[in-house]
């Protein structure tokens, strides 16, 4: 980051640039500031944009090769190409002989660091990545922008808040302007603002029904997958990040035995890395047995929503009665505290 930020302070910027990594809202960010210090707001003669999987390579070539009009140089931005994952033999071959009059930016989700095309783009260009921001940064983000509203929290307080939000950036910033909107007459932000403004990340309230599920409190569990309901959360949503969570709680215990660091646990589990501890406290109230079991039963009911044996809602009131009353000897019987609607 702090080398596309030189070289926009500079005005020398390299012929190709790679923008990768998890952290979307910083991907977003640094993609418009390189577009707006390259080409004007108005150019759409020298500012070209491509898109998704169909993106022919050797078109962008030819673009390239075109000089620009009245201009220093040519813009074209590609998104979400997948050419970092399945290589592009002709443009890892051409990287190295963009001319100077252009500049390419791709913006990629995946990327393939042994491919010939990030080697070529990062030989010749910048490749920078952009993952997950760890608490301490999220802090640090969080109090600027507060200290230039000049408004003030405690300790305490932006941890709840960033309980509420979790690490997306994306998310972070909306949740932070209704907060400095709703508290516009106040100095100190407080933990009743939060409670009153910031919305609970549904996968909080996921996280919060598996720890039920382990203390086997099907109740306390099967009320929040209800509370999800009445949000209008789509069940075979619920039902995925369930048996997501069971399939992090599985890697992490495995991971745990084999005494892997946290940082490469986070990474290899897909969770920011000051994530890790609560979720080995949660993988601790399951057996590898169990959490294996939970995401088989997952798939299971998965597939009979699909072919039609079961309504959608059932099928999680049932992984859940399921794996909440096993350790307690319990039977699967679906519950009728909420009734099931039929689609």
Request: glycine share 4%; aromatic share 8%.
């Amino acid at each position: 980051m702090k080398t596309i930020d030189e070289d926009i302070k500079t005005g020398q910027f390299a012929r190709a640039y790679l923008l990768y990594g998890e952290e979307n809202y910083l991907k977003q960010q640094y993609k418009r500031k390189l577009k707006d210090a390259l080409v004007p707001p108005d150019d759409t003669m020298n500012f070209s944009r491509c898109e998704g999987k169909e993106t022919d390579p050797l078109a962008l070539i030819d673009l390239s090769e075109t000089l620009p009009f009245f201009a220093e140089r040519r813009l074209i931005l590609i998104e979400d190409s997948g050419f970092f994952k399945n290589s592009s033999e002709e443009l890892a071959k051409y990287v190295p002989d963009i001319p100077p009059t252009t500049c390419m930016v791709f913006v990629e989700r995946e990327v393939d660091k042994r491919g010939k095309l990030y080697k070529a783009v990062n030989k010749t260009g910048r490749a920078v990545e952009f993952p997950f921001q760890n608490e301490q940064i999220l802090t640090r983000w969080i109090l600027g922008r507060l200290k230039k509203e000049q408004k003030k929290i405690t300790q305490p307080v932006l941890k709840m808040f960033l309980e509420k939000t979790g690490t997306d950036m994306g998310n972070i910033d909306r949740e932070l302007e209704k907060l400095l909107c709703y508290t516009l007459e106040k100095d100190v932000i407080e933990a009743a603002d939060i409670e009153a403004v910031c919305t609970e990340r549904i996968s909080n309230q996921i996280f919060e029904m598996v720890n039920a599920i382990g203390r086997r409190e099907r109740k306390r569990a099967l009320s929040l997958y209800y509370d999800l309901l009445a949000l209008k959360e789509p069940p075979m949503r619920i039902l995925f990040l369930i048996c997501r969570q069971f399939r992090i709680l599985l890697d992490l215990k495995s991971m745990g035995q084999a005494h892997i660091d946290n940082k490469t646990m986070a990474q290899r589990a897909g969770i920011p890395p000051f994530a890790v501890k609560k979720n080995l406290e949660q993988a601790a109230a399951f057996s590898f047995e169990e959490l294996k079991r939970a995401i088989q039963e997952g798939v299971a009911y998965e597939t009979d929503v699909k072919t039609g044996k079961l309504a959608d809602q059932l099928a999680v009131e049932l992984l859940i009665v399921s794996d909440a009353g096993r350790a307690a000897g319990q039977g699967v019987v679906a519950p009728s505290a909420a009734p099931v609607q039929e689609k």
